[in-house]
């Protein structure tokens, strides 16, 4: 399971042109699951995004956490997150990773529901739809967490 988290200062997915979901300060999570992952991958990753210091205190140190910031999530699931470009030949990526839908989809909802569980606000995009995000950076701050 892999997630780039960005912290933002406002954030939205649309689905043909149609906005499905917004949040305001927080953080847009692109989320990518991979063949091998398991419910307890997502609910360790889920975890740990909800206590990630990523949020400045007074004086200007990460040092709060979504919660503490009452921050809200937009989880967007994106399997292109799991390309493998390190053949040497070509340049289409490798997707061979990426769990299949079935297996993919209850693992997002799932985490969805464990950041839930940590009392934050989720919001989500609409799962294997072509999606437009649109965000504002904070920071910018992103990070990639694996698990």
Known sequence: MRAVVQRVRE????????????I???VVILLG???????????????KIARLRIFAND??????????????????????????????KGTRPDFSEAAPREQAEPLYLRFCE???GHGLPVRTGLF??????ALVNDGPVTFILEM
């Open 11 to 22: 954030a939205s997915v649309a689905v043909d042109s149609e906005v499905v979901a917004a």
């Open 24 to 26: 305001g300060h927080g």
């Open 33 to 47: 699951i991979a063949t091998g992952d398991t419910p307890d991958d997502g609910e360790r990753l889920a975890g």
């Open 59 to 88: 004086e200007g140190r990460f040092d709060r956490s979504l919660a503490d910031v009452d921050g809200e999530a937009l989880v967007v699931s994106q399997f292109t997150l799991l390309a493998d470009s390190r053949r040497q």
């Open 114 to 116: 464990s950041l839930r």
């Open 128 to 133: 294997g739809a072509s999606m437009a995000v």
